[in-house]
């Protein structure tokens, strides 16, 4: 930062010009530099008192070198320049308690994350343990039942369900070490279909899930896990929002046809879920992907919107909120962007 000294001469610089400059545009540039100078005496630590300050001594400056003006005209003239300067210092000053602010938040944030990946950690082990036994009994369960039975369909559902689990846990492990996790070639219809025949069992019976295709079969970069996480959360969601009656719409298409798809991913693969629940408020919509926080509090976590961001920008997307609270059709639809994997498929006899 410029001495005070180096300030002082400045500001008298600007105030003289402003005085007798020649017409409006002249004056605006002068009131402009004032402007510019408030906003760097924040980053000198100068107090509004020391601006006033600042002000009275240039101004008793300027009369001095000017003894033909009278000083209650030089004062009265030069009200716009110190009206400029003090202006831009308060707004640059509360820019920076903001920023100081958002830091302290993040921080907290950040140390939260940091318990849950140490407490994701230390339970993960015992948690794959109970899976396993579950896993093993299911699958005893299953060979003791008529081949094709609706029992062992059912079955087949809990097993299906043990390996998600396994999943889960495997990504609570990355999660707590930070590790990237291991990804693969997905056709995320298939994913998505999956997904919906476990979550058919779960859901109530008023509530109905529709699912259109139009990918073309589009293939992407993922991990299973993560993909059944993203649907799951979005729809668990959903299915809290209309109290577990109501429509949710999965619509999976080229993300060329969504008038909204943020820069840079026109090309990739749109996922969109849409709910006919009661919507969000744009104050709920600003902080809807924020650690922690929720609207469910104190059955919700307010981690899995939060969760669900960070898996789609790991695989390189975008997710995006659009929510109407008021009005004849209120609802919520997310849309999730993913880059599209156009390598050629594995062929028979080689590794996904």
Same mark, same amino acid.
């Given at each position: 930062?410029?001495?005070?000294?180096?300030?002082?001469?400045?500001?008298?610089?600007?105030?003289?010009?402003? $005085?007798? !400059?020649? =017409? @409006?545009?002249? +004056?605006?540039?002068?009131?402009?530099?004032?402007?510019?100078? *408030?906003?760097? /005496?924040?980053?000198?630590?100068?107090?509004?008192?020391?601006?006033?300050?600042?002000?009275?001594?240039?101004?008793?400056?300027?009369?001095?070198?000017?003894?033909?003006?009278?000083?209650?005209?030089?004062?009265?003239?030069?009200?716009?320049?110190?009206?400029?300067?003090?202006?831009?210092?308060?707004?640059?000053?509360?820019?920076?308690?903001?920023?100081?602010?958002?830091?302290?938040?993040?921080?907290?944030?950040?140390?939260? $994350?940091? !318990?849950? =990946? @140490?407490?994701? +950690?230390?339970?993960?082990?015992?948690?794959?343990?109970?899976? *396993?036994?579950? /896993?093993?009994?299911?699958?005893?369960?299953?060979?003791?039942?008529?081949?094709?039975?609706?029992?062992?369909?059912?079955?087949?559902?809990?097993?299906?369900?043990?390996?998600?689990?396994?999943?889960?846990?495997?990504?609570?492990?990355?999660?707590?070490?930070?590790?990237?996790?291991?990804?693969?070639?997905?056709?995320?219809?298939?994913?998505?279909?999956?997904?919906?025949?476990?979550?058919?069992?779960?859901?109530?019976?008023? $509530?109905?899930?529709?699912?259109?295709?139009?990918?073309?079969?589009?293939?992407?970069?993922?991990?299973?896990?993560?993909?059944?996480?993203?649907?799951?959360?979005?729809?668990?969601?959903?299915?809290?929002?209309?109290?577990?009656?109501?429509?949710?719409?999965?619509?999976?298409?080229?993300?060329?046809?969504?008038?909204?798809?943020?820069?840079?991913?026109?090309?990739?693969?749109?996922?969109?879920?849409?709910?006919?629940?009661?919507?969000?408020?744009?104050?709920?919509?600003?902080?809807?992907?924020?650690?922690?926080?929720?609207?469910?509090?104190?059955?919700?976590?307010?981690?899995?919107?939060?969760?669900?961001?960070?898996?789609?920008?790991?695989?390189?997307?975008?997710?995006?909120?659009?929510?109407?609270?008021?009005?004849?059709?209120?609802?919520?639809?997310?849309?999730?962007?993913?880059?599209?994997?156009?390598?050629?498929?594995?062929?028979?006899?080689?590794?996904?």
């Amino acid at each position: 930062m410029d001495s005070r000294a180096s300030v002082q001469a400045r500001y008298e610089e600007i105030l003289e010009r402003f $005085l007798f !400059a020649p =017409g @409006t545009p002249e +004056a605006e540039l002068e009131l402009a530099a004032a402007f510019e100078l *408030g906003r760097s /005496l924040v980053c000198g630590k100068a107090s509004p008192d020391d601006i006033v300050a600042l002000h009275q001594e240039a101004v008793g400056h300027i009369a001095r070198r000017h003894p033909t003006l009278l000083l209650g005209q030089i004062a009265g003239r030069l009200d716009q320049p110190l009206l400029e300067l003090t202006m831009a210092h308060g707004m640059a000053f509360r820019e920076q308690l903001d920023h100081r602010i958002q830091e302290l938040v993040r921080r907290e944030q950040a140390s939260k $994350l940091e !318990a849950l =990946g @140490t407490l994701s +950690a230390g339970i993960a082990h015992d948690f794959n343990n109970i899976v *396993g036994c579950i /896993l093993g009994f299911a699958e005893m369960a299953g060979d003791d039942l008529p081949a094709g039975s609706r029992g062992q369909g059912h079955v087949e559902q809990i097993v299906q369900a043990c390996f998600r689990a396994r999943d889960l846990v495997a990504r609570m492990l990355t999660y707590a070490r930070q590790t990237p996790e291991k990804t693969r070639r997905l056709n995320v219809a298939e994913q998505v279909r999956e997904i919906l025949a476990i979550l058919a069992a779960s859901l109530a019976p008023k $509530l109905r899930v529709e699912f259109s295709d139009e990918s073309g079969q589009a293939c992407i970069q993922a991990s299973p896990g993560q993909i059944h996480q993203v649907v799951m959360n979005l729809c668990l969601n959903a299915a809290d929002a209309m109290l577990h009656e109501g429509l949710i719409q999965i619509r999976l298409q080229p993300a060329a046809r969504c008038a909204d798809a943020p820069p840079g991913h026109r090309d990739d693969l749109c996922l969109q879920i849409t709910d006919s629940g009661p919507g969000m408020s744009p104050a709920v919509q600003a902080r809807a992907f924020e650690p922690f926080f929720t609207t469910k509090a104190p059955h919700g976590s307010g981690l899995g919107l939060s969760v669900t961001q960070g898996i789609v920008h790991q695989l390189g997307g975008e997710i995006t909120l659009n929510s109407r609270s008021e009005g004849p059709e209120t609802g919520t639809t997310f849309r999730i962007y993913l880059p599209i994997d156009h390598s050629a498929p594995p062929g028979p006899g080689e590794a996904p």
